[in-house]
């Protein structure tokens, strides 16, 4: 359910500043606005307390898409009304950019940098922790991520990894076990239920894989395609929430159901580099 910048460098020197409760509109973000990098020297990073372990799964607000921006601030989507909140600014201790993110059940955003480095973020108030998690796993370097339900008793879930193939990663071991080849190289992963898709913006098609193997068992092609564009990708009500854009995002809904792409904001003020719904998130749509 994450988001990959293919222009690297360019999305993580651009730290665009945004204050509002919502995403800034195109004027608040002129060419001169982009800010230096976080100065480690002057504590721009404080490694935050553990967090919580009595929140509960499927909170109302974790029912969302959640997203980040190379403001590196941590905001919530509501596809419903397509609008933005900002929850706050993510101060994981590194320089570098952000990779990708995925959202547990109980409001966790994992977060992967540039530099292979893994954190926790709180969904709630943006806090960060850092974890052992070691790069470099089966020839994981870096990679997109996305949760999908077990459709065991218990409602548990797996977060899966596309990179060098396609992987689950252990949250309490970190530790990757391999799964098998992908058909598509860079992509980003989503859930939907117990379903397991993977987005890549080069071709704009999603495939829905096999989540043992990683064998594609169905394709969609959409209209959003980029091959130079930072992207995410996320599932939310049934419909695929596609996020692309090399100075700002546009977010395309594609419809499996009618097999139809539209543009659903030209301009979402800001650029989106991660992006990830959790298994509480619904899988049918709502009309607005």
């Known amino acids: 359910m994450i988001a990959r910048a293919l222009l690297a460098a360019s ?34 990073f404080e490694i935050e307390t553990p967090l919580p372990d009595d929140r509960v799964e499927c909170a109302e607000g974790n029912k969302q898409i959640y997203v980040l921006g190379t403001d590196r601030a941590l905001y919530r989507f509501y596809p419903d009304k397509l609008s933005f909140d900002r929850i706050g600014q993510v101060a994981c201790p590194t320089l570098s ?61 797996t977060l899966y990894v596309s990179g060098a193939g396609l992987a689950s990663l252990d949250t309490k071991t970190f530790e990757l076990t391999f799964l098998g080849s992908l058909t598509y190289g860079r992509t980003e992963l989503t859930g939907r239920g117990t379903e397991l898709f993977a987005f890549g913006v080069e071709s704009g098609v999603i495939a829905g894989l096999n989540k043992a193997n990683g064998a594609t068992e169905v394709t969609y092609r959409t209209t959003a395609v980029n091959e130079r564009a930072a992207f995410a990708f996320a599932q939310w009500g049934g419909d695929f929430w596609i996020f ?45």
């Open 244 to 288: 692309t854009g090399d100075k700002h995002s546009i977010v395309t809904q594609y419809s499996p159901a009618t097999n139809t792409s539209k543009v659903v904001i030209q301009n979402a003020g800001m650029l989106i580099v991660g992006a990830g719904s959790s298994t509480c998130a619904p899988t049918t749509t709502t009309p607005r």
């Open 11 to 44: 999305c993580a020197a651009s730290l665009l500043h945004c204050a509002t409760t919502t995403a800034p509109t195109s004027s608040d973000l002129a060419p001169g606005d982009a800010g230096p990098a976080p100065s480690a020297e002057a504590g721009a």
């Open 97 to 157: 950019g952000t990779f990708s993110m995925a959202i547990d059940r109980r409001g966790t955003a994992w977060v992967e940098y540039l530099d292979g480095r893994l954190f926790a973020v709180d969904t709630t108030t943006a806090k960060c922790k850092p974890t052992p998690f070691q790069q470099g796993q089966h020839g994981f370097e870096n990679f997109g991520m996305g949760y999908a339900k077990n459709g065991d008793a218990d409602g548990g879930e």
